[in-house]
Structures are given as C-alpha cells and as structure tokens.
C-alpha cells in the first residue's frame, strides 16, 4: 500500500514569487508519482507524471517537479506563479504492481496575491 | 480535447434514498474507476473497473455500492441507501490501456440530508 503527505496545506505567493510544494510518500515497492491541480469549480487535471528516467520532470503552465527516491519525495515547482496558479494541488501515487488505483495527498492550496 | 463529463454538477437527496452517478469516459478509454473527497479530506479510491467488471475495490464501497455500465458511453455508480456520511465529492476517471495517468471528470457533489 501506498501513503501520501503534503506537508503544506496552504501556501500563499505573491505574484511572479516562486513557489514549492512538498510531496513525500511511502510504499513497500516502486512508485509512479503524479501532481494533478483542480482549478475552482473544475475537475483534477494532471499536472505532470513521474514514471521512470530522469528525476526532474516538466509538466504544463511551466510546472516541475523532481523525484528523489532517497527522500521518498516528489515536490512541486515554479520558478514565477500568476494569478491564474490560484488552486489545490495534489499530489498521487500508485505502486509499479497492478495496483492501478492512486492514493492521494489531501492538498495544498495555493493561494496568488497581485 | 477529449474531456471525462459528469451529471449531475450536484446532487441533493435525502437519507435512504437510492442516488446513481453517471459518467462519460473519455471515448477510447477501457477502464474506469470512482473516488470521493468528503469535505476536508483526503481524494479517496472507491472502485476500478476493466472489461465489465469490477478489477479492485476499496473497503468503503461496500454492498450498498455498485457501479454499472449499462451502454457503450455511460458508466454509473449506484448507492442504494444513502446515508449522511456519503455527503461528498464524487470523481470519475478514465484510463487508455498502456498508460499510466488518470483523466478526471469535474465531480458530482452529493448532499445526503
């Protein structure tokens, strides 16, 4: 089974300020690690996945995150948010097996003041 | 771009009545799950569903859960006697065969009074 923590449950940022998300999880076997954000009124959309390769993965509206297996984390980043990066984040993983379910974080919501 | 929809947007019913979710997953995808997100908590996994029938389910969807897809678009959850602690979120997802990410539907709040 699978487990994760988002350290910070609301985080706000000034305009054009970067911003980081904490992911840290925990899994008796391999992982596939994804961020999805849902956007007010809207559904989760999938920011970006990490499923092997290199550890520093791009995702959409220039969102990265890098996997660090030793740390068991997978944190969130952007170098300049807008306004429009007003959401929650999630962060989910799911195990290498066939267990296809994902578990979530419980969010952190991020919060762009002009 | 192709889009998980769900009906209804919300859902209000009161205590023992029989509520069922509906869902159109995105056209080519062949398996489906369910989730809930009770308010303030975490995203959590009720059901997946693979080549008509269940393939994994969580201890929440126990007996009074059942999901359904009764035609080649729709995919349905059913709960047969609501009670207040069904009061959430409800997320369908959709999955193409080979890949590994989840596309979500916009959710349908239900409100058990």
């Known amino acids: 089974a699978q487990s994760v923590t988002q350290l910070d449950s609301q985080v706000p940022v000034f305009e054009e300020a970067p911003v980081e998300l904490r992911c840290n999880y925990s899994?008796?076997?391999?992982?596939?690690l994804f961020w999805y954000v849902q956007y007010p009124n809207q559904g989760l959309q999938l920011l970006l996945k990490?499923?092997?390769?290199?550890?520093l993965v791009k995702g959409i509206n220039g969102f990265e995150a890098e996997f660090n297996k030793s740390q068991t984390s997978f944190h969130l980043r952007k170098p300049s948010v807008h306004i429009s990066d007003t959401a929650e984040y999630f962060c989910?993983?799911?195990?290498?097996?066939?267990?296809?379910?994902?578990?979530f974080g419980a969010g952190t919501t991020v919060t762009v003041r002009a | 771009e192709p889009e998980v929809t769900q009906t209804p947007s919300h859902q209000v019913t009161q205590m023992g009545q029989e509520v069922i979710l509906r869902c159109v997953p995105i056209?080519?995808?062949?398996?489906f799950y369910w989730y809930r997100q009770i308010l303030g908590q975490k995203v959590e996994f009720l059901v997946s569903?693979?080549?008509?029938?269940?393939?994994?389910k969580s201890e929440i969807f126990d007996d009074q859960f059942s999901v359904e897809r009764p035609d080649g678009s729709n995919f349905t959850l059913k709960i047969r006697s609501t009670k207040l602690e069904d009061s959430a979120m409800y997320f369908c997802?959709?999955?193409?065969?080979?890949?590994?990410?989840?596309?979500f539907g916009p959710g349908t709040r239900l409100t058990v009074t």
């Open positions: 997802a959709s999955r193409i065969i080979g890949a590994y990410e989840q596309y």
């Open positions: 899994s008796s076997v391999s992982v596939y």
């Open positions: 990490y499923l092997s390769g290199s550890t």
């Open positions: 989910a993983v799911r195990g290498y097996n066939n267990d296809y379910k994902l578990s």
């Open positions: 056209s080519n995808h062949l398996y």
């Open positions: 569903f693979y080549n008509n029938e269940i393939s994994e």
